[in-house]
């Protein structure tokens, strides 16, 4: 399939593209997405645990670990014991919202779509991020904390316990039926391997600043600029 790249900015040939006022929702990733850092990565390193957990998300972001259950366990378990006091330290310290994430959401908003934030990272993040950005849906993993500590495992909660790939999708198509729109009026931004599910049931798919394998799946792919670049390939 060929492509047009636009200073950064890369549309994959295929039918026109439809205006904004098309769509009636859309899905974000958190980490690496809207914000700047894997959550997971920075409780690791205030924890002393960094390269043991970083080593195992490249390798599940670059789609070597394929199982992105087997990968989050993996690096959960690293991070028994660690104290909660580390979650606050890692909102007040390090994260920080990527480049247009803030403008996207208000137009999109504005626009009148449903915001869905759906994450492979944590709730304790995710309530944050989603209050900031004005989402309407939220999905991510609960951190289990007993005695002031990570138990290195995640809550159980009405939908399941991790948010993978899967679990983003089938998210994707319970907020269009919840809203009333088909999958094709609704678009899916993410960076990562587990995102490619529901960018797949999504009418248009947007990888940001993503892995190689993202970007060769995505309609649209963001690999200069911020988020909001978007709105260039989008007629208001």
Not at 45 to 60: D, F
Request: glycine fraction near 10%; include cysteine; proline fraction near 3%.
């Amino acid at each position: 399939m060929t492509s047009t790249d636009t200073q950064g900015l890369v549309l994959r040939d295929g039918p026109a593209l439809p205006p904004l006022s098309h769509f009636k929702l859309a899905a974000f990733d958190m980490d690496s997405t809207l914000i700047g850092i894997e959550c997971i990565d920075e409780i690791a390193a205030l924890a002393g645990k960094g390269q043991e957990v970083a080593a195992i998300t490249e390798a599940a972001m670059r789609g070597e670990i394929t199982d992105f259950r087997d990968s989050l366990r993996r690096r959960l378990a690293i991070l028994a014991g660690v104290p909660a006091t580390v979650l606050d330290r890692v909102l007040a310290e390090r994260l920080t919202f990527n480049p247009g994430a803030r403008e996207l959401c208000a137009v999109l908003k504005a626009a009148g779509l449903k915001l869905v934030l759906v994450s492979g990272g944590f709730t304790f993040f995710a309530r944050f991020v989603a209050a900031e950005l004005g989402m309407d849906f939220v999905r991510s993993n609960e951190l289990e904390i007993e005695g002031g500590a990570l138990t290195g495992r995640v809550v159980m909660q009405d939908w399941g316990d991790i948010c993978d790939g899967e679990q983003k999708r089938l998210m994707l198509l319970a907020c269009c039926e919840r809203v009333g729109c088909r999958p094709e009026q609704a678009m899916a931004v993410g960076d990562g391997a587990n995102d490619l599910p529901m960018m797949g049931a999504a009418g248009l798919s947007v990888a940001y600043h993503a892995k190689p394998k993202v970007r060769e799946q995505a309609r649209i792919a963001i690999n200069a600029g911020g988020l909001d670049r978007l709105l260039e390939l989008l007629a208001h």
